[in-house]
C-alpha cells in the first residue's frame, strides 16, 4: 500500500502562485508514477501533470503548460507541483495519485492508471 497526503492548498487570487505538495509513504516502490489530477465543481476528474519517479520524464495537460511545473524530491518521497499565473479557472480539488506502471506516452492521463490517491486539497482563485 502507498498512501498519500496533499497539502498546500488555499485560496488565492488571479496571477498569484501556490505550490502544493504530496507526501508519499508506505511501499514507495509502488509509485513510479505519479500524476496530479484535477476536479472542479460539477466536472469531471481531469488529468493536470505526470512525472516518472525513475526517468523525470514529465508530461502537462495543455491548460497548464507553461504554467504549472511538477517535480519529486526522492529523500522527501514528495511530489510537487508548483502552480503560477493562477487563473479562476484553476479552481478545484487537487489529488495526487501513483501507479506502480511505468511511465508511458499513452496511459498517463487515464484515471484507470493510477492506484493510489490521496484525499486532495482544495485550491479556490478569486478574479
Known amino acids: 500500500q502507498v498512501q498519500l497526503v496533499e497539502s498546500g492548498g488555499g485560496l488565492v487570487q488571479a496571477g498569484g502562485s501556490l505550490r502544493l505538495s504530496c507526501a508519499a509513504s508506505?511501499?514507495?516502490?509502488?509509485?513510479?508514477?505519479m500524476a496530479w489530477f484535477r476536479q472542479a465543481p460539477g466536472k469531471e476528474r481531469e488529468f493536470v501533470a505526470v512525472?516518472?519517479?525513475?526517468?523525470?520524464?514529465?508530461y502537462y495537460a495543455d491548460s497548464v503548460k507553461g504554467r504549472f511545473t511538477i517535480s519529486g524530491d526522492n529523500a522527501k518521497n514528495t511530489m510537487y507541483l508548483q502552480m503560477s499565473r493562477l487563473k479562476p479557472e484553476d479552481t478545484a480539488d487537487y489529488y495526487c495519485?501513483?501507479?506502480?506502471?511505468?511511465?508511458?506516452?499513452?496511459?498517463?492521463?487515464?484515471?484507470?492508471?493510477?492506484?493510489?490517491w490521496g484525499q486532495g486539497t482544495q485550491v479556490t482563485v478569486s478574479s
Open positions: 495519485a501513483a501507479s506502480g506502471i511505468p511511465l508511458g506516452s499513452n496511459t498517463y492521463s487515464l484515471i484507470a492508471m493510477y492506484t493510489y
Open positions: 512525472i516518472s519517479w525513475s526517468t523525470g520524464r514529465t
Open positions: 508506505g511501499r514507495t516502490f509502488n509509485r513510479d508514477t
